[in-house]
């Protein structure tokens, strides 16, 4: 058989509890603006992830982490994960994220789009309806203004966009 996985999912949060010190250390330093992504060194190919006290976490554990799993359900109960479909809870309050985990969170969907397969759109996608359905209008701006000229700079600077040199499609938008 195959060697063990060395890297964390969010499955693995949910399996065990003790792991959720890596999940909210990953999301602390992305709102602190100290995240960085590098590559897995324990499997080939090697995936995107960030690491956390000597734990290698996938992008997307993180995002499905802090922004799907506590504000969303998936419809689909077929098991066919193409075909999830993720439904806001209407009960669920989510006015507080801060707006620079949206923007990180786009960060990661451009990464899919710009580095990954051509399957990793159907991701990237879902990070941005995410991100949508919570309330921000990132994924419009990026949409409209991800091509040709890039929007008109604003003024405010983001803390988190200087460690993580996200690219001109998020700098553009300020």
């Known amino acids: 058989m195959g060697k063990e996985r060395k890297y964390l999912i969010f499955k693995d949060v949910q ?42 976490l996938l992008l997307n554990a993180v995002t499905e982490y802090y922004l799907r799993d506590p504000y969303f359900y998936n419809k689909n109960t077929s098991g066919d994960s193409w075909k999830d479909e ?16 949206f923007r990180f969170a786009c960060y990661i969907a451009l990464c899919h789009m710009k580095y990954g397969a051509s399957y990793n759109s159907v991701t990237a996608n879902r990070i941005f309806a995410i991100v949508s359905a919570l ?7 990026l949409k409209k203004h991800g091509r040709g000229k890039p929007a008109p700079p604003s003024e405010r600077k983001t803390r988190l966009l200087r460690p993580c040199l996200a690219g001109r499609y998020l700098r553009a938008l300020g």
Request: aromatic content about 10%.
């Open 15 to 56: 399996r065990d509890g003790k792991l959720k010190a890596y999940f909210d250390g990953c999301v602390r330093m992305v709102l602190e603006g100290t995240a960085r992504i590098s590559g897995t060194r324990s499997s080939e190919p090697q995936h995107p992830c960030f690491r956390y006290e000597g734990e290698e």
């Open 86 to 101: 993720w439904v806001l809870k209407p009960e669920e309050a989510h006015a507080f994220i801060p707006e620079d985990f």
């Open 135 to 141: 309330g921000s209008d990132l994924p419009a701006r």
